[in-house]
Nanobody, 115 residues
Framework: QVQLVESGGGLAQPGGSLRLSCAVS????????MGWYRQAPGKQRELVAS???????NYAESVKGRFTISRDNAKNTVYLQMNSLKTEDTAVYFC?????????WGQGTQVTVSS
């Protein structure tokens, strides 16, 4: 069973930064797609950013220019660098791995942006 563990969430002020990490229990060197999603209270889960092992990254319009997804295949880890945070970025952030036709999710990490 593939496991994903997110970390790095917490409280940040508007305009601040956080970096989320997602550690995967198996190699992510193979063909796959890694992604970050978020879910705010009372809202549906939405894509924040996705990064295939081959191909172009994709960002939600609301985070373009502020968030950056990256992956370190040697460490089996995916990151989400979040800059210029806004209060509307407050949500639980989830990591997702799509590989060999299956989806795997982490347990989520809370990000709260507040002054």
């Amino acid at each position: 069973q593939v496991q994903l563990v997110e970390s790095g969430g917490g409280l940040a002020q508007p305009g601040g930064s956080l970096r989320l990490s997602c550690a995967v229990s198996e190699s992510i060197f193979s063909l796959n797609v890694m992604g970050w999603y978020r879910q705010a209270p009372g809202k549906q889960r939405e894509l924040v950013a996705s990064m295939p092992s081959i191909g172009q990254t994709n960002y939600a319009e609301s985070v373009k220019g502020r968030f950056t997804i990256s992956r370190d295949n040697a460490k089996n880890t995916v990151y989400l660098q979040m800059n210029s945070l806004k209060t509307e970025d407050t949500a639980v952030y989830f990591c997702r791995l799509t590989v060999r036709g299956y989806d795997y999710w982490g347990q989520g990490t809370q990000v709260t942006v507040s002054s």
